[in-house]
């Protein structure tokens, strides 16, 4: 048995069956057919692209060579921090199982081909995805607003759009969730007796099953599935702003993103007028 999933595993892992069946838009008609189609059922930020999410996955402790502390941080077990990008189909449009359970999800995007590809599309047409307190603020990742940043009153125009960003980011919950309803060995209560990079093979051939299923039967996602717990702990903005990255160039982005986020409050407010 453990041969065919062996097997069936590495399949499914092949470049040829990942780049066709976890899609992410390559091109702008690709990325305004899924804004319209994120739109059209019942998204309410404009502009918004996908909704993306960090969950662990537990993995069997890692050798003390292989950076056990890495994988287990402040957590008391070993895992893989899974970064999820979805649309409200709950189709997986990017998926990257590389990074050890201790990582914060705002450093698994700041270095992902995700956030590549999102700078490149918005130098052709302004688009972005929405993550909540634990991703850094960008033109191209939209998350809440803290009370860092202002004062929240529960009927302001900020806490409107926090609630409107909750909503339509809980598919991303939805679908981790889903993801780890249906595939039982990544579920919170189970523990992968697989080295990491096993592991987050495994978290790859489950996007794609589930892709196939949601592209080709009807009803295959059963909405009564748990709503995944982000267990990992945000990190807050001003906390990611160090020298690495050129400290200028942050907090440049930090501004547009700013200027971004308070255009589509503006949007909100105009649309409930």
């Not at 892992?13 to 739109?39: A, K, Y």
């Not at 957590?75 to 050890?100: E, G, H, Q, W």
């Not at 599309?121 to 860092?148: K, S």
Request: a negative charge.
């Amino acid at each position: 048995m453990s041969q065919y999933i062996d097997e069936i595993t590495e399949a499914l892992n092949e470049d040829v069956v990942l780049s066709q069946m976890i899609r992410f838009p390559e091109n702008i008609g690709e990325l305004n057919i899924c804004i319209d189609r994120n739109r059209a059922l019942g998204g309410q930020l404009r502009g918004t692209l996908g909704y993306t999410d960090g969950t662990l996955v537990k993995i069997i402790k890692p050798s003390i060579r292989n950076n056990r502390a890495g994988f287990i941080g402040r957590k008391s077990f070993a895992s893989l921090n899974a970064m999820i990008t979805c649309d409200r189909r709950m189709y997986v449009m990017n998926v990257n199982a590389r990074f050890p359970g201790a990582t914060f999800d705002s450093f698994v995007f700041q270095g992902s081909a995700l956030r590549t590809r999102m700078m490149q599309l918005n130098e052709q047409q302004p688009c972005h995805l929405l993550g909540d307190a634990g991703y850094t603020l960008e033109p191209w990742m939209m998350t809440p607003f803290n009370r860092a940043d202002r004062p929240l009153l529960d009927d302001s125009p900020e806490a409107r759009y926090n609630h409107a960003h909750a909503s339509d980011r809980n598919v991303v919950e939805r679908c981790i969730g889903a993801l780890k309803g249906k595939f039982r060995c990544l579920h919170d209560e189970r523990v992968l007796h697989y080295n990491y990079v096993k592991s987050g093979k495994f978290v790859n051939a489950a996007c794609v099953i589930m892709n196939l299923g949601i592209l080709g039967i009807p009803n295959y996602i059963n909405e009564e599935n748990l709503l995944n717990d982000n267990v990992n702990d945000a990190l807050p903005e001003e906390d990611l702003f160090d020298d690495e990255d050129g400290g200028v160039r942050v907090h440049a982005l930090l501004a547009r993103g700013r200027e971004i986020r308070n255009r589509i409050v503006q949007e909100l407010e105009e649309m409930r007028n």
